[in-house]
């Protein structure tokens, strides 16, 4: 247990559902990520927080996705009119990052969302 | 845009070195990094190496960087039924503001 958890570890939807997914990192880390792993695949970078800042979006994030950490604590990412492509894992990660270097910069990733859409 | 190539699987027998390549082609890439990904678990950083060293160990653990070739590696040494899992190459730039994986290789390891 890395101390980043996620909400819902599991969440089977029907295509044209809204689904909302939610991370809380550890309580100290500044920046957080979302990622999108499908099967035999890396993960892909959707986008990153700084604070309640999002500094930066991947070209992956439609426009059907919005991510949100209004208090630079939690995050929420939302899909709207969910497609078959959407099945995936959806992980957060998050690091401290208040320094420079690698080794603030460590990710701590947690056990994901796993989406399934019918 | 930032492309990671791995092989995707390698078979070692138990106290064997295991060596997992990974190619890269974003020039600008900072730090590299090898994570692990075990089955139903999330991935847990094993190292990272900054872009103007050449090879860095720590334990069983080798990576060399060849930033010319842009080709990383990571040796492992003595490897165990317990090393078996995914591998995950990748990179990131200075400002951390953005991480990109390879596809993974699968490391088995027989007995």
């Known amino acids: 247990d890395t101390g980043v958890s996620q909400d819902p570890r599991h969440k089977i939807t029907k295509r044209g559902q809204n689904v909302t997914f939610r991370c809380d990192p550890i309580?100290?880390?500044?920046?957080l990520y979302w990622y999108r792993q499908t099967l035999g695949q890396g993960p892909e970078f959707l986008t990153y927080?700084?604070?309640?800042?999002?500094?930066?979006k991947s070209r992956l994030l439609s426009d059907r996705f919005s991510a949100e950490r209004p208090k630079g604590s939690f995050s929420t990412l939302e899909i709207q009119r969910t497609e078959q492509g959407d099945s995936a894992m959806y992980l957060c990660?998050?690091?401290?990052?208040?320094?420079?270097?690698?080794?603030?910069?460590?990710?701590?990733f947690g056990p994901g969302t796993r989406l399934t859409v019918l | 845009g930032e492309d990671v190539e791995q092989s995707l699987f390698l078979s070692v027998r138990e106290g064997d070195s295991s060596v997992i390549n990974c190619t890269y082609t974003?020039?600008?890439?900072?730090?590299l990094y090898w994570y692990k990904q075990e089955p139903g678990a999330g991935l847990q950083l094993l190292t990272y190496?900054?872009?103007?060293?050449d090879m860095k160990q720590d334990q069983r653990l080798t990576v060399l960087l060849n930033k010319k070739d842009k080709h990383l590696s990571l040796r492992i040494a003595d490897t165990q039924t317990g090393d078996s899992a995914i591998y995950f190459c990748?990179?990131?730039?200075?400002?951390?503001?953005?991480?990109?994986f390879g596809s993974g290789t699968k490391l088995n390891v027989k007995p």
């Open positions: 990660a998050s690091s401290l990052g208040r320094l420079a270097g690698a080794g603030y910069n460590e990710q701590f």
């Open positions: 309580s100290e880390h500044n920046r």
């Open positions: 927080f700084q604070n309640e800042a999002q500094l930066e």
């Open positions: 974003d020039s600008s890439s900072t730090y």
């Open positions: 190496i900054f872009s103007n060293m």
């Open positions: 990748a990179g990131s730039l200075y400002n951390f503001n953005k991480f990109y």
